[in-house]
């Protein structure tokens, strides 16, 4: 994947509401790229130290918090979560379908 893919992934991840999140899937299917989850990933590692993009809404498909060591500390994912109202518990966000965010659903392309 190029840097433009990069840069759709920085801006679908601005639109996420705070007090939800997505997936890396989730919003590979939304740009049109379903089997580039990991690119997403990628795309997020280097976004953990934008300030703009609020990387720690994103989340594997199970809500696990697999990007977390990619933030300033390992914790900060979480507490970010958390701070938007996001139960975490064990590096996971509790009922996910509560506030899981999907793009192909709330946007329109």
Not at 32 to 41: E, L, P, Y
Not at 52 to 57: C, F, I, L
Not at 84 to 92: A, K, L, M, Y
């Amino acid at each position: 994947m190029d840097y433009p893919f990069f840069e759709n992934v920085y801006e679908v991840v601005k639109l996420i509401p705070r007090g939800r999140v997505s997936s890396y899937g989730a919003i590979a299917r939304y740009l049109g790229a379903a089997k580039s989850a990991r690119a997403v990933g990628y795309a997020l590692n280097k976004a953990s130290i934008m300030p703009d993009v609020p990387a720690h809404r994103v989340v594997n498909r199970n809500g696990l918090l697999t990007g977390r060591h990619h933030f300033s500390h390992p914790d900060a994912m979480e507490q970010a979560l958390v701070a938007e109202g996001i139960p975490v518990r064990e590096n996971q966000v509790q009922d996910l379908g509560k506030y899981y965010w999907d793009p192909t659903q709330e946007l329109t392309i």
